[in-house]
């Protein structure tokens, strides 16, 4: 019942509380949420953003009531909540699904003998309360990124009572989660898999703050970034809990070193070409929205852009996109953007993102579950 209450609060709350404001990926490729539906299906059942462990919990049910109170305003916690309800881009349930793989392509240890095999090991895969670790992690830092600048907040947004309410769900709705993505990982009781998960939230925190460092001088003419710390900062924010996580349930089966390093790579590599993937589309699909176009001055496409074009250039063609107004005109810019070599350098980053991951999963034995780890791998580097 608690389920079924916390699930209709939500839905309530999200269907009279529509905005545009997302802080999830931007589409990915049509056929990948058949590629993900598909893998779900050779796990045995469909992931969840978090075990029903933390969704029967009183606490969980009361965040959605308190939750209930923002619709009506702009606060970014609505939209987390919706994404977490409508994931219909299969971006919350992927890592936790990729971890899943991962154990199943895999599979025992060859020095682990049979009647050593975990007792919780279910069709080869060990342990699920790893992916569950995984994906309230990355869950609870979206739910703390919701958290806005009330400095900036203006009448539109909301009463500010209501922003500063939503401000303090987030925290504790975030740290709720943390917290028990901190319980089950103790749980697992391997100190080596404790180190590599908490070293992921570290990169976690460090890439979201070089993403907030970097917005702060968004619409800025600074030229302090180019592709190689792009990919550094992106993996950190994007890329790090699914790479560690990969090895962790490697490390868990007591594969060696070598089996953990083609895991991590895995993640790695397939969460670049994620992002890499989410940034192109704005810029190799034609939008149908009447919504006004806007990108981050530091995705990739736009990175890759103004290394070719030169700061100075770029510093032109900036200006050549100002209304007179002085606002920026994103479409402008953004077909300024397309006619260069940044959007195909993006593409052909992607393509080699997507083709490493694949490299380093073809020592795992032939299974379903490699053929779906390589069919992910192939819908990140289509457009």
């Known amino acids: 019942m608690t389920v079924i209450w916390f699930r209709l609060s939500c839905i309530s709350l999200l269907n009279r509380g529509q905005r545009n404001i997302s802080i999830f990926s931007n589409a990915t490729p049509s056929n990948f949420n058949k590629v993900v539906s598909d893998a779900e299906k050779i796990v045995g059942y469909p992931t969840s953003f978090v075990s029903l462990r933390c969704l029967l919990s009183d606490e969980l049910s009361n965040v959605a009531m308190h939750?209930?109170?923002?619709?009506?305003?702009?606060?970014?916690?609505?939209?987390?909540?919706?994404?977490?309800?409508?994931?219909?881009?299969?971006?919350?349930?992927?890592?936790?699904?990729?971890?899943?793989?991962?154990?199943?392509?895999?599979?025992p240890s060859q020095h682990?003998?049979?009647?050593?095999?975990?007792?919780?090991?279910?069709?080869?895969?060990?342990?699920?309360?790893?992916?569950?670790?995984?994906?309230?992690?990355?869950?609870?830092?979206?739910?703390?990124?919701?958290?806005?600048?009330?400095?900036?907040?203006?009448?539109?947004?909301?009463?500010?009572?209501?922003?500063?309410?939503?401000?303090?769900?987030?925290?504790?709705?975030?740290?709720?989660?943390?917290?028990?993505?901190?319980?089950?990982?103790?749980?697992?009781?391997?100190?080596?898999?404790?180190e590599l998960i908490s070293s992921a939230i570290g990169d976690l925190v460090q890439g979201n703050y070089h993403e907030i460092h970097n917005s702060l001088e968004d619409n800025s003419l600074t030229d302090e970034i180019n592709m190689v710390t792009w990919e550094e900062q992106t993996f950190l924010s994007h890329?790090?809990?699914?790479?560690?996580?990969?090895?962790?349930?490697?490390?868990?089966?007591?594969?060696?070193?070598?089996?953990?390093?083609?895991?991590?790579?895995?993640?790695?590599?397939?969460?670049?070409?994620?992002?890499?993937?989410?940034?192109?589309?704005?810029?190799?699909?034609?939008?149908?929205?009447?919504?006004?176009?806007?990108?981050?001055?530091?995705?990739?496409?736009?990175?890759?852009?103004?290394?070719?074009?030169?700061?100075?250039?770029?510093?032109?063609?900036?200006?050549?996109?100002?209304t007179i107004g002085r606002q920026m005109d994103y479409t402008k810019l953004r077909s300024t953007i397309k006619l260069e070599k940044g959007v195909t350098s993006t593409i052909d980053l992607c393509r080699y993102h997507g083709n490493k991951a694949l490299e380093s999963i073809q020592c795992f034995p032939s299974s379903e579950a490699r053929s779906a780890l390589e069919n992910i791998a192939r819908a990140v580097t289509k457009f």
């Open 67 to 107: 939750v209930r109170k923002l619709v009506g305003t702009k606060h970014p916690l609505l939209s987390t909540a919706r994404g977490l309800i409508y994931d219909s881009r299969n971006n919350l349930r992927m890592r936790g699904l990729v971890v899943l793989l991962m154990s199943k392509a895999a599979g």
């Open 112 to 194: 682990t003998a049979s009647d050593h095999l975990p007792q919780d090991m279910v069709s080869g895969i060990y342990p699920r309360n790893l992916a569950e670790v995984t994906e309230l992690i990355h869950t609870a830092f979206l739910v703390h990124r919701g958290i806005i600048n009330l400095k900036e907040w203006t009448n539109s947004d909301g009463p500010l009572k209501d922003m500063q309410f939503g401000n303090k769900m987030s925290v504790l709705s975030g740290d709720f989660l943390l917290a028990n993505a901190c319980t089950g990982l103790a749980q697992l009781n391997n100190t080596k898999v404790v």
């Open 239 to 322: 890329g790090a809990l699914l790479a560690k996580s990969c090895q962790a349930a490697m490390e868990l089966a007591k594969h060696d070193k070598d089996a953990q390093g083609l895991a991590y790579k895995y993640g790695k590599h397939l969460s670049l070409g994620h992002k890499l993937n989410s940034d192109l589309q704005l810029f190799v699909k034609s939008s149908c929205s009447a919504d006004p176009v806007t990108f981050s001055f530091n995705s990739a496409p736009v990175v890759f852009h103004r290394q070719i074009v030169g700061q100075e250039r770029w510093c032109h063609q900036l200006q050549q996109a100002k």
